[in-house]
């Protein structure tokens, strides 16, 4: 069973961190917490419904656009296709020993941000190995797919010029169109994320 928490991360990471992280250890034993669950058993309703209760049932925060299509199939394979992908060597990535003699450059991978503040959950579970392994340069979010994508990928770059949210709703509508066919999902492999990846270094 897939189980994922649309609405109330916030509260699932505070008691969390109280149980695991606090110095004090809380019981939480008698701690209740209300919540709806919803069974969908449908993959094409999944993408579609999800979204749309993150959306009405948060009232508290801003929830963009981008947030929305955390779990849209397109989305899961890049982050999927990113984390195989190594980066070429790049001067911020020279290793060296203690007598500041180069001994060469260590292999580094790309981070494609699926969900809003991974990277960062990334680094505080292993932030040593993680930070060498995935540096912050080599990070990329949605938001700046969608800007890569339509400029150098659609005739329809002035999508741009309108804001992320705007210009990453215009790209979710190209994408949702071509989603469904089976030849665009096979187009979406590890050829097409080095091509992202290039976009983002043009």
């Not at 990471?13 to 004090?24: C, E, P, T, V």
């Not at 180069?102 to 292999?107: M, Q």
């Amino acid at each position: 069973m897939d189980l994922q928490i649309v609405n109330g991360g916030q509260t699932t990471a505070s008691l969390a961190r109280a149980k695991i992280k606090d110095a004090s250890k809380a019981n939480l034993s008698k701690i209740f917490v209300q919540m709806k669950l919803t069974v969908i058993d449908d993959e094409k309703q999944k993408e579609e419904l999800v979204p749309q209760i993150s959306q009405y049932a948060n009232t508290q925060n801003k929830v963009n656009m981008s947030d929305l299509s955390s779990n849209h199939g397109y989305h899961i394979k890049i982050e999927a296709l990113s984390r195989k992908i190594w980066a070429p060597p790049h001067d911020k990535a020279v290793s060296w020993t203690p007598n500041n003699a180069k001994l060469g450059y260590r292999e580094t991978l790309w981070f494609y941000e699926r969900s809003r503040g991974q990277y960062d959950e990334m680094l505080n579970k292993q932030s040593g190995v993680h930070k060498l392994k995935y540096p912050k340069y080599q990070l990329f979010r949605k938001t700046d797919l969608a800007k890569y994508m339509m400029v150098w990928e659609t005739d329809e770059p002035k999508w741009v010029n309108m804001g992320a949210q705007k210009n990453f709703g215009k790209f979710m509508d190209s994408i949702g169109l071509s989603w469904g066919k089976n030849s665009f999902q096979d187009k979406v492999n590890e050829l097409y994320c080095s091509g992202i990846i290039k976009l983002d270094n043009c």
